[in-house]
């Protein structure tokens, strides 16, 4: 269960790349897609799980696992099926407002992933009144309050979990937390200095750990280190679609577009992962007309649904691949009122900057002063806005 919770954390910090809404079939014996069988251990595994809850319907132990087990695949493959398949694995316990334990803790984590953030925060503090002891809810409750950049708050319930986590994943919670609250550097050290004396720990937490520090050393503008942290997690095992889109996003900022298109041209089933596919070809002056329709297409079929999470890739698309600054400054205002990570303040001020609308602009400056968020990309964009540093 532990290493489980500390791979939810990574896929909550590094914000796992916009999900759909999960499609919920209407009847058990509706047949979504044919999947290749594949004989390996996680294939093997589902099978195992599914076949105990045919057989058990109410089996609390077996459902929980197996949807435990569909949000990593969601992690690694950036698929947002895996999400509805393990909201359907806890159907029995999906509408109870008393809820056991683990299936509120999975609950408010599918209710993150589609930026539901109160219902989950709601979830998290009723496990919480039952088990303060709880590791994944304390540390998943902190991811939370962390993207809608509640740092206070954040930290103090990564303070819970000294006495309940080992000390790399509290110090990795908590140095997350000061790297974009004015602290950047002091974190860095500290999380560096963790990270080294626990080599031997589980690889999917050194990844999240690598990548962290890598975003901070991005951010802090030393290039040479972000692009080893990168590397080095990318080592350790297949990447997931977050590692791959924030490594692509480190390339473009450096001018590598022939890197993001080497890295990303099978990865493009996963929209996060295209859009910056096409940013590369655009930017190598390659024609990307194919994949800007088929963006454009995702985007609609989204909004038409009324699935709101894929705001800021859609700001970003509408900016940067269409050149229509006021409709990506719309959509970067409405991601900004529901998250505010560093990607969302730099296409929010990014938009606006293109769209030379200072006053627009006002609500993300007034955050950037009360939080001090260290971020080099951002001062380009404060010299369009004509704002003093």
Known sequence: ????????????????PAQATPYLPKDDQQVLEHLPLRN????????????????????????TELAQHYIDAA????DPR???????????????????VPVLVLRATL??????????????????????????AWLTRATILQVQGRFAEAKASCMHLYPLAPELVTLTCISNIGSLNGDAAASYTTLHKIYDKNRDADPGIRIWVLTLLAEISARRGDATAAENRYRDAMSLAIPDSYLLGSYADFLLDQHRPADVIALLKNKTKVDALLLRYALALQVQHSPAAD??????????????????????????FE???????????KLAQLNWAIQKEPADLRIYLEAAAASKNLEAAAPAIAWLRQNRLEDIALAPLLNKLGVKQ
């Open 1 to 16: 269960m532990m290493r489980f919770c500390f791979l939810l954390m990574i896929v909550a910090i590094c914000c796992l």
């Open 40 to 63: 390996d251990t996680t294939q093997r595994e589902f099978r195992r799980l599914r076949q105990i809850l045919i057989a058990q319907p109410d089996n609390l132990r077996a459902a």
């Open 75 to 78: 992690r690694n493959d950036g």
């Open 82 to 100: 895996y999400l509805g398949y393990a909201q359907a694995a806890l159907k029995p316990w999906w509408s109870l407002i008393q809820a056991p």
């Open 111 to 136: 209710r993150q992933s589609t930026h539901q953030f109160p219902a989950a925060l709601d979830d998290l503090n009723a496990v919480l009144k039952q088990d303060r002891d709880n590791a994944q």
């Open 291 to 316: 994949q800007i329709s088929l963006l454009d297409q995702r985007f609609e079929a989204a909004m038409l649904r009324g699935d709101t999470v894929h705001q800021r890739e859609q700001a970003r």
């Open 319 to 329: 900016l940067q691949l269409k050149n229509r600054p006021e409709v990506a400054l």
